[in-house]
């Protein structure tokens, strides 16, 4: 390939990489697809839609990031976001700071003590309840930026950390459900961040000429064989979000062309993942929050470790918190950041209080020196080294602070981090990307995805009855999926059953233990992660029933048929890392026994046919029975068990959610939405009335605007008794008898009844005058205009006689019009005139107008009339039409030649 060829190749691909995503225009139905990155700390959305490609989503406050908080006032309302946030340190109590630690745990409830109001009853909400709720937040936020209905926004894909278990997967795919989305997958937060990374051509390699087609580099290592030149890209990811780290090495891959590898990224597959669950933005503040305790606790005489501490406050500690969060971020910019609370505890002042970048990276020592072991772990996994990596991409709000990001150098032996991607958007944006190459309705730029599972499934069988007993051993165990297998992924295993068995998962331990874990960070045992990271953990359970039906359709009872059948059972290992029993099939075989019929060997002479017949006889005797085998298949049911925690088996289960646990969650959602829906339209109706009742008062109290109208059209007396009706109105919006939304409305309903006449006649007064003065205008060019048209109709013209008919009927009309409307307007004025300005004038604005348009719309029809023709003479041309518009034929108008002769014209 010439260098022209190569510099070609570089401007299609770069041209390839701009087309991302394109909607296919011949889908008949709109395809919104939902993205959603649930983090710990944040929720972010985007949207693709045919036309339009991929979008991010703001919500109600144009913010590009919503806090994952849930909050539910005294009173009964319900928060998210922001307004939660703030409300949290007034009633922590009511509030969820972290409603996804409840997930994947069906036992695990937030339990909300009563408000102050009857519409604020006590509340225990699951995980599913809380997670759904903010799934549905992200719908919302969905539908308003596409402007359509939420019922459009269905099919969605949802990020999650690393570290979430089939439990958690499971229970988000529940929530998901509850909140009316499908999930087309759940898919690794990192691994939807360097579907982005690889979107944005950050991957690139540069075009490299391999050697020979045996020169290609290790899938696994990235080495290349005999000194091939490596065109694979190596990535990690280290995403240090609000309540966890996860480390994600990466290999993208490009399109070939030829020997050559080009610009445009084909395939992003992960090699590892590690992480540390409970190392992220909150350990950090929790760092900041201890030395502001201790702050304010010095600034109240107060030693260490006193009783009253304000550790020990919710509402303090739920304030510092907070106030943590900014100083982290301003700390990250800054080398120092002051914190001053009012009234922290009670009317006590956190007073002017510095926090510097030194103090907090030394308190914060042994927390971020943590963020370098699942580094290590994550490389070691993938089985490469620090030096094989192209880029190391730091994402998630806490992994700005300047000391984590100098220990992932040092760890690395990297001068910096690879800064180029939006650590906040980035997962979002490539999860919108999977949505859309998962949807039939868009197409999209060819970019495959592999992840990984980083726990083994397996699976154990119950043993037959009456099988030999081991024990332990009553079960049959096998791997199903290995740790590191890629997903998606199908396995089939066979067992010999002659009844209905149950089969359990399980979630297999990572390798090693959590002390080793933890002595790896440097933190000492079981500081780190998660024990249940490595134990044996009960994935689910399963009863495969219908396998006596198999023996049904044998065709014999003997004993020889009694063999277990074959059990073919089907997994799936599917793109969210759920894993799911397919199907169940017995399969059994019996053999029959037959002996077959003596057929005579066929003979060309009939006479011959006994003879033949007795000589194809087998000379030892009548024929030998033959065996036929049959296999007899049948489809058996599978239904899962709810598991209960420390069952028999010495099994831990209890995170799967029944059936009617589902139904009772759909039904919690739908309560609190309904009651948020009154909520906001009892408001409204507040508002309305509200509103109303200032205004009007206002107004009567010749405050306003059309005070001058006021005055001249009510009395004294009559505007008193109004405004004593509105302030009767305005108390009455504050008892419990305004608890309900129709009795607003109809309160409402009742003073706009009591105002609207006085309003009424202020409004004529101010402009029935000018609609009056718009009639007489229009009385005036309707004759105007009427007038002109009789003139230019004075004498003879050339108009046929139907013509002269319409356009005399349509003068007449408008002056019939305008006459009529000058003598009403005439009737009505006289009879105004003895009235009183605060009674009822008799006719209104909207009449005079009326009145007006009626005359204007004659007057137009007679200005559109065509002008007439004028009078023919004999010495005139004959004009194309004129016999039409004369009504005489055109030889008639052809002079005869003693008129000529005499210079006249024969009429």
């Known amino acids: ?96 700071l972290a409603p996804l630690g409840y997930l994947g745990n069906a036992s695990a409830k937030a339990e909300l003590p009563a408000g102050t109001t009857p519409s604020a009853p006590a509340l225990s909400l699951t995980g599913v309840d809380l997670v759904a709720m903010i799934l549905s937040l992200a719908r919302q936020h969905a539908a308003a930026a596409l402007g359509a209905p939420e019922s459009t926004v269905r099919d969605t894909v949802v990020t999650v950390p690393a570290w979430y278990s089939a439990p958690h997967r499971a229970a988000l795919a529940d929530a998901a459900s509850v909140a009316g989305l499908n999930v087309l997958a759940l898919v690794n937060s990192n691994a939807a961040a360097a579907l982005k ?18 020169a290609s580099p290790s899938p696994s290592t990235g080495a290349a064989k005999d000194g091939a030149v490596k065109d694979a890209h190596f990535a990690l990811f280290v995403d240090v979000g609000a309540g966890s780290t996860v480390a994600t090495v990466v290999q993208i891959d490009n399109k070939k062309s030829g020997r050559f590898a080009t610009k445009v990224p084909s395939s992003v597959t992960v090699l590892s993942h590690a992480w540390d669950r409970t190392l992220g933005g909150r350990a950090l503040d929790n760092v900041i929050v201890a030395r502001l305790v201790a702050a304010f606790d010095k600034q109240r005489g107060l030693a260490p470790g006193s009783d009253e501490s304000a550790a020990g406050n919710p509402r303090v500690v739920t304030r510092l918190r907070k106030e943590a969060q900014k100083v982290r971020e301003m700390l990250s910019a800054n080398v120092e950041a002051h914190v001053a609370v009012p009234s922290l505890f009670g009317d006590v002042d ?22 370098t072991a699942p580094v290590a772990r994550a490389l070691a996994s993938a089985g490469i080294t620090a030096d094989q990596l192209d880029a190391v991409v730091p994402l998630g709000g806490a992994s700005r602070t300047p000391k984590l990001q100098q220990l992932l150098c040092e760890a690395l032996g990297r001068p910096s981090l690879n800064k180029s991607v939006n650590a906040d958007e980035a997962a979002v944006m490539g999860a919108a990307f999977l949505a859309a190459s998962l949807s039939p309705t868009f197409r999209v730029r060819a970019l495959d995805l592999a992840d990984v599972s980083p726990r083994a499934v397996s699976v154990a069988v119950r043993r037959e009855a009456g099988a030999l007993s081991t024990g332990a051993g009553d079960y049959q165990n096998a791997t199903l999926f290995a740790a590191g297998s890629k997903r998606p992924a199908t396995k089939k ?166 059936a009617p646990a589902l139904a009772a969650s759909r039904k919690t959602l739908a309560d609190l939405d309904a009651a948020a829906s009154d909520r906001t339209a009892r408001a ?38 109004l405004i004593e009706q509105l302030d009767a109105a305005e108390d009455w919006m504050y008892t419990d008898a305004a608890g309900s939304t129709a009795a607003l409305a109809a309160k409402r309903k009742e003073v706009k009844a009591a105002v609207a006449p006085i309003f009424d006649r202020a409004r004529e007064y101010s402009i029935r005058p000018k609609a009056v ?47 009529e409307a000058t003598k009403w307007l005439e009737e009505v004025e006289a009879a105004a005139a003895d009235r009183p300005a605060t009674g009822d004038p008799g006719y209104t604005a909207k009449q005079v107008e009326e009145r007006s348009d009626a005359v204007r719309r004659l007057a137009l029809v007679v200005r559109r009339l065509p002008p007439p023709l004028p009078v023919r003479t004999m010495t005139e041309a004959p004009v194309a039409g004129d016999s039409s518009a004369s009504g005489e034929p055109a030889a008639d108008t052809v002079p005869s030649a003693d008129a000529a002769e005499e210079g006249k014209t024969e009429l």
């Open 1 to 96: 390939m010439t260098r022209s060829d190569m510099m070609r190749l570089g401007r299609w691909a770069s041209a390839v990489c701009g087309l991302a995503l394109i909607a296919l225009s011949a889908a008949s139905v709109a395809g919104n697809l939902l993205a959603v990155d649930l983090g710990s700390g944040f929720l972010k959305v985007a949207v693709a839609r045919p036309g339009k490609g991929l979008e991010l989503v703001t919500n109600e406050a144009s913010k590009r990031k919503t806090p994952t908080v849930v909050a539910f006032t005294l009173d009964g309302e319900r928060l998210f976001g922001d307004p939660a946030l703030a409300y949290a340190p007034k009633a922590p109590t009511r509030a969820v």
């Open 197 to 214: 990374y690889a979107l944005d051509n950050k991957a690139t390699v540069s075009p490299t000429a391999l050697p020979s087609a045996d």
């Open 350 to 371: 956190l007073t002017s209080t510095v926090v510097s970048r030194a103090d907090f990276e030394s308190d914060a020592a042994s927390t971020l020196a943590r963020v």
């Open 493 to 658: 295993l066979t067992v010999r059953r002659k009844e209905d068995f149950t089969l359990s998962l399980f979630l297999e331990p990572l390798p090693g233990t959590p002390e080793d874990a933890a002595v790896d960070a440097g933190a000492g045992a079981g500081a780190v992660t998660d024990a249940a990271d490595f134990e044996r953990t009960l994935y689910g359970r399963y009863t495969v029933a219908g396998v006596s039906k198999v023996f049904a359709k044998r065709r014999s009872t003997d004993s020889e048929t009694e063999a277990s059948p074959k059990i073919a059972l089907s997994f799936s290992l599917d793109h969210s890392g759920l894993v799911r029993v397919e199907a169940a099939e017995a399969t059994l075989e019996e053999t029959i026994w037959s002996t077959p019929t003596p057929t005579p060997t066929p003979s060309a002479d009939p006479k011959s046919k006994t003879k033949d017949a007795k000589e194809s006889a087998a000379p030892d005797g009548p024929p030998k029975p033959v065996a036929k085998t049959l296999i007899h298949r049948q489809a058996l049911d599978v239904t899962e068990v709810a598991a209960i925690a420390g069952d028999s088996d010495g099994n831990v289960g209890g995170w799967r959610l029944s």
């Open 684 to 721: 409204d109706a507040l508002n309305a009335l509200e509103g109303l009742v200032l205004h009007s008062r206002s107004s009567l109290r010749l405050g306003g605007d059309d005070s001058d109208a006021l005055e001249v059209v009510s009395t004294d007396a009559e505007r008193d008794a």
């Open 773 to 819: 003065a718009g009639l007489r205008e229009t009385l005036v060019q309707s004759a105007t205009i009427v007038g002109v048209a009789r003139t230019a109709r004075v004498g003879p013209s050339g108009d046929s006689n139907e013509a002269k008919a319409a356009a005399e009927k349509a003068m007449a009309d408008a002056e019939a019009a305008a006459a």
